[in-house]
């Protein structure tokens, strides 16, 4: 167990909806990140916050936000749903926004788009 | 733009034997972060080793090692006495050290088979 947590951990919904992703870092961290791991583009790397504040931005659609809360948890919102953003989305944590700092992934949200 | 490539999709290894695992990256900046995770069928992200590019020495955690090689810009990751429980796809990725809102770059994954 990472200490990461996150939920749903199973999130079944229709194309064109709109899905709210949570994430609680663990005691301690400041850092939250977020990636996407599809069979067609692998794993990738969304966006990451720290302490409250977005510290670096990867391959994440307009369709996607996400914001850090200032008790640390953070929340990845996917509107307009396609087929495509079908995935299992991770978030991680670590106590530093260095890319130095360990990173603990939590057990991931599995998103299926019907 | 940053790349990370692993050409071996698939490798397996004998119980107590070693592997290694490749990793090539592309890239025009000197100061940079490497890391080998393992997703074993759970799905759970583990960092297993990581190296700091302005480190010549070779990162080691218990049976983990890496080759680190800047100029040839390949980081490859060597097992030693595999176990069971070693099983598990590997990723291979890359991040600037300077975090100044640059991204994460994974491999596309070497899936490590154990045979008992």
């Known amino acids: 167990d990472s200490g990461v947590t996150q939920t749903p951990k199973h999130l079944i919904t229709a194309t064109g909806q709109r899905v709210t992703l949570r994430c609680s870092p663990r005691?301690?961290?400041?850092?939250v990140y977020w990636y996407q791991q599809s069979l067609d583009q692998g794993l990738q790397f969304l966006i990451q916050?720290?302490?409250?504040?977005?510290?670096a931005k990867g391959n994440i659609l307009e369709r996607f936000s996400a914001q850090q809360f200032p008790d640390l948890h953070s929340e990845l919102n996917l509107s307009s749903l396609e087929l495509g953003d079908s995935a299992l989305y991770f978030c991680?944590?670590?106590?530093?926004?260095?890319?130095?700092?360990?990173?603990?992934f939590g057990p991931g949200t599995r998103l299926t788009v019907t | 733009a940053q790349t990370v490539t692993q050409s071996q999709p698939e490798m397996s290894v004998q119980e107590a034997e070693t592997v290694t695992l490749s990793c090539t990256y592309d890239?025009?900046?000197?100061?940079?972060?490497l890391f080998w995770y393992k997703q074993p069928p759970s799905r759970q992200m583990i960092l297993v080793i990581r190296?700091?590019?302005?480190?010549?020495q070779n990162a080691t955690e218990n049976r983990f090692s890496v080759n680190f090689q800047k100029a040839a810009k390949s980081f490859s990751l060597k097992i030693s006495d595999s176990q069971l429980g070693d099983a598990a796809m590997y990723f291979c990725?890359?991040?600037?050290?300077?975090?100044?809102?640059?991204?994460?770059?994974f491999g596309t994954g070497t899936s490590l088979t154990v045979i008992p």
């Open positions: 991680a944590s670590s106590v530093g926004g260095d890319p130095g700092y360990e990173q603990y």
């Open positions: 005691s301690g961290d400041l850092s």
């Open positions: 916050y720290y302490n409250g504040e977005e510290r």
């Open positions: 890239t025009s900046e000197s100061d940079y972060y």
């Open positions: 190296q700091e590019a302005y480190k010549q």
């Open positions: 990725a890359y991040r600037r050290r300077p975090n100044t809102g640059n991204q994460f770059y």
